[in-house]
């Protein structure tokens, strides 16, 4: 329980538990396992309003200048996002979608600029419910706080930095991440720290699919690009696979292979599944463990399942492994035909699909297709042109990197 003066020297009361620093403040067993439902009876002097998760029961005069707030849940939630948050806030409710109501909640000093910040929430939230699924909460709060994080996807009152209020909705895609929490990672929890992906890769994930909905393609593979490169030069720094059981220092657990690596394996599954069967997995996914824990391989099965395919090699290498494929190629056109030799210079090779663009010389090109599936794998590819270059991946649909060798 975060307690202290907020940016305009006001007293402030603000919980903020992530991983398993709820038990500081309630007892309570701190692990994503064991989902609780939760109710809160707060008594606060009368310049303060209570925010909370669920859905508000009561609030009563006690004295001249005390309330008695009452706060409850009807569906069990992980401790980590079991939050109160007291201070003195300005609150606009900015109507409902698809019956959920949602609000803003900012100090009052620069009200003006927080509603208009946090009046993007409505739309963020339409899109996420009619793609994945029903809401798991009976409302929305965006609330301006004294987090740590950039933001906490707290169960229905998501808490964000207190510079979050700019006055210029600069944090779109901070907002949509925290949302699309509030099925993944709030509702469908990892059942345990190493499957985090599950939250914060999903988060990310579909938050560019929201970009990509909303911007157009060319800022989404922007994001995709961005994406690799945190990935790629994290490994530099760090080899650990993206379901790591070895850390317990859970604050490392925030790194770039359960954000950016876990967004790149959903996007290299969309491409693998493609589109419409990527969401009706992500659906039944969410159907199948809202209120509840999974791991890893509940949800490759889920995916499988709803692909009709197998999908083991495309989890081990990506998630249980460490890395990924670094390339070195070797080509030569003549007659009608490239001949390209693929060599995977880093330890295991990864089996996948490799996109080359023919780049003709009539200013033309082409993007033909080929597995690589082992170590060392020559292919012929037919051409319609004389190639004068070629371009590996220009659809960004691979997380690799050219071996600078
Ligand atoms: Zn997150």
Known sequence: ????????????????????????????????????TVEYIIKAPNHYQVIA???????????????QYHWKTSVPL??????????????????????????????????????????????VLSFFIENIGEYPYRKLANVQSKTRFGGMENASAIFYFENS??????????????IVHQWFGNSASEIDWPHIWLSEGFATYLTDLYVLENKGSAT??????????????????????????????????????????????LHMLRNKLGDE????????????????????????????KVSGKKLDIFFEQWLYKTGHPILKTNWIYHNNKVR??????????????????????????????????????P?????????KDINLDPNIQLLFEMDSN
């Open 1 to 36: 329980m975060v307690i202290g003066e907020n940016i305009h020297g006001d007293r402030t009361f603000f919980g903020d538990n992530w991983p398993n620093r709820a038990h500081n403040w309630f007892p309570c067993v701190d692990h994503p396992s064991d989902k609780a």
């Open 53 to 67: 998760n669920g859905y508000q029961v009561e609030e009563t005069n006690v004295t001249a200048n005390l309330k």
């Open 78 to 123: 992980p401790t980590k996002v079991m939050v109160i948050g007291i201070a003195q806030f300005a609150v606009q409710n900015i109507g409902e979608t698809h019956h959920v109501p949602v609000s803003t909640w900012v100090y009052p000093q620069t009200k003006e600029k927080g509603f208009y910040d946090f009046s993007i929430a409505k739309k």
């Open 165 to 178: 209020v700019t006055g210029e909705q600069k944090y779109e895609d901070l907002i949509a991440h925290e």
């Open 220 to 265: 989404f593979h922007k994001r995709m690009q961005n994406e690799r490169t945190t990935v790629l030069n994290f490994f530099k720094r760090t080899q650990t696979p993206v379901v790591d059981a070895k850390t317990t220092n859970y604050m490392e657990l925030l790194n770039a292979n359960s954000y950016q690596k876990g967004a790149w394996v």
């Open 277 to 304: 069967t990527f969401w009706k997995g992500i659906r039944m996914y969410y159907q199948k463990y809202k209120f509840k824990n999974a791991s890893t391989v509940d949800f490759k099965q889920v995916m499988a």
């Open 340 to 377: 390209l030799i693929v060599d995977q210079t880093q330890e295991a090779p990864f089996e996948f699909p490799l996109d080359i663009e023919m780049l003709y010389d009539d200013g033309t090109s082409e993007v033909k297709t080929i597995n690589v599936l082992g170590k060392s794998a």
């Open 379 to 387: 292919f012929v590819i037919e051409t319609n042109g004389t190639v």
